[in-house]
T-cell receptor
């Protein structure tokens, strides 16, 4: 069984630029999560999808972050415009009601 | 008050000793509790979950849950250098499998 795929693995941008991350969950997993993990902290949930509907986006900074999950499979997370404090690892995870499986993450550096 | 709190460490134990990791949570209605291990530069991987009060053992790992005290712990017996990692406590805070993570405890097992 293939795991959660994410791309790119690394991204360096300047502040005020935009960036997008892609996630492909494990086949058949209805729930998809995006987390932000700042160095030295635990993952922080940004948004949770159930199929293609949003379940929880209470911690998503909606003035600059957006996410979509078209057709209930792949998902993209976008930041526009980026700030220095957005430097973090962005983790995608998927589940089918139980354990969450994490992808390798995208390390974003904003300069 | 943070939803999930852990001692950040670092916790250092000698090889062969028992490592004890602790976690408290604020939502008394939480029902599911997880321990993830995260090696430096890698994504979190699930090592234990527990739903009921008491102890749950899996190999060298024992998770302990006390819902009345809102306390979860992880014991690692016969600690090995390969156990050196950050251990994340995670708690489901709703029926939607909405996970909240602690900041993690960094464990070092010295040969």
């Amino acid at each position: 069984e293939a795991g959660v795929a994410q791309s790119p693995r690394y991204k360096i941008i300047e502040k005020r630029q935009s960036v997008a991350f892609w996630c492909n969950p494990i086949s058949g997993h209805a729930t998809l999560y995006w987390y932000q993990q700042i160095l030295g902290q635990g993952p922080k949930l940004l948004i949770q999808f159930q199929n293609n509907g949003v379940v929880d986006d209470s911690q998503l900074p909606k003035d600059r972050f957006s996410a979509e999950r078209l057709k209930g499979v792949d998902s993209t997370l976008k930041i526009q415009p980026a700030k220095l404090e957005d430097s973090a690892v962005y983790l995608c995870a998927s589940s089918n009601g139980g354990e969450q499986y994490f992808g390798p993450g995208t390390r974003l550096t904003v300069t | 008050q943070k939803e999930v709190e852990q001692n950040s460490g670092p916790l250092s134990v000698p090889e062969g000793a028992i490592a004890s990791l602790n976690c408290t949570y604020s939502d008394r209605g939480s029902q599911s509790f997880f321990w993830y291990r995260q090696y430096s530069g890698k994504s979190p991987e699930l090592i234990m979950f527990i739903y009921s009060n008491g102890d749950k053992e899996d190999g060298r790992f024992t998770a302990q849950l006390n819902k009345a005290s809102q306390y979860v712990s992880l014991l690692i017996r016969d600690s090995q250098p390969s156990d050196s990692a950050t251990y994340l406590c995670a708690v489901n805070v709703s029926d939607n499998n909405d996970m909240r993570f602690g900041a993690g405890t960094r464990l070092t097992v010295k040969p």
